[in-house]
Nanobody, 124 residues
Framework: VQLQASGGGLVQAGGSLRLSCAVS????????VGWFRQAPGKERELVSA????????YYADSVKGRFTISRDNAKNMVFLQMSSLKPEDTAVYYC??????????????????WGQGTLVTVSS
């Protein structure tokens, strides 16, 4: 499975961005997907995750009410809509896929495949 994240960029605080994760090599519906981020000097953290069917989602407290994860299994795409962005959202964002669970996966070590990151910079 290959994952390709895109959609990062520079945005002012309060603005919005939509990240995309294109999945190839396997059928997306066989995988749970998570969005992670890593800011300079900090550990990688799970931002949001979605189950195989899309019926279950998870959001970190820091992004609840501002970020929305979705997936289009027919197009093999997963999205992260980010709104009301804050400078502290600045990080490299990664998407990852889990092959084992039918529900939302919140443990970093359980993800099997990772894409390269896309940089999100939020200016104040």
């Amino acid at each position: 499975v290959q994952l390709q994240a895109s959609g990062g960029g520079l945005v002012q605080a309060g603005g919005s961005l939509r990240l995309s994760c294109a999945v190839s090599g396997r059928t997306l519906s066989n995988y749970g997907v998570g969005w992670f981020r890593q800011a300079p000097g900090k550990e990688r953290e799970l931002v949001s995750a979605i189950s195989r069917s899309g019926g279950n989602t998870y959001y970190a407290d820091s992004v609840k009410g501002r970020f929305t994860i979705s997936r289009d299994n027919a197009k093999n795409m997963v999205f992260l809509q980010m709104s009301s962005l804050k400078p502290e959202d600045t990080a490299v964002y990664y998407c990852a896929a889990d092959k084992s669970s039918w529900t939302v996966v919140t443990t970093t070590a359980d993800y099997d495949y990772w894409g390269q990151g896309t940089l999100v910079t939020v200016s104040s």
